[in-house]
């Protein structure tokens, strides 16, 4: 069974930072492309950040470029999202996601397999 759980959220001031993790169970990594994700109350679920199987190339949404960096750690199954100079329209609920093979992006959610159940960010002005 494939498990993907996302923390690290919390509140923060504007221009701060925070790390989120998504701790993966139940699959390989090696072989999975995978995604953060994020959602705000009333928006559609947008693409962050994307990170290949192949060479860890990644790709980032021009909303977070510079400011935000997709890592994973395999042996470790786990996938990391550094956030810093957060900025309150960063607030939205984040999603690690999986797919399967080589992925290179931009992410979209109709691409991915496994999702997490989201940590909530919030960033105060």
């Known amino acids: 069974q494939v498990q993907l759980v996302e923390s690290g959220g919390g509140l923060v001031q504007n221009g701060g930072s925070l790390r989120l993790s998504c701790a993966a169970s139940?699959?390989?990594?090696?072989?999975?492309?995978l995604a953060w994700f994020r959602q705000a109350p009333g928006k559609e679920r947008e693409g962050v950040s994307c990170?290949?199987?192949?060479?860890?190339?990644?790709d980032y949404a021009d909303a977070v470029k510079g400011r935000f960096t997709i890592s994973r750690d395999n042996e470790k199954k786990t996938l990391y999202l550094w956030m810093n100079y957060l900025k309150p329209e960063d607030t939205a609920v984040y999603y690690c996601?999986?797919?399967?093979?080589?992925?290179?992006?931009?992410?979209?959610?109709?691409?991915?397999?496994?999702w997490g159940q989201g940590t909530q960010v919030t960033v105060i002005s």
């Open positions: 996601a999986a797919t399967y093979g080589d992925y290179e992006g931009p992410p979209r959610p109709d691409e991915y397999d496994y």
């Open positions: 139940g699959l390989s990594l090696d072989f999975y492309s």
């Open positions: 990170i290949r199987n192949t060479d860890e190339s990644t």
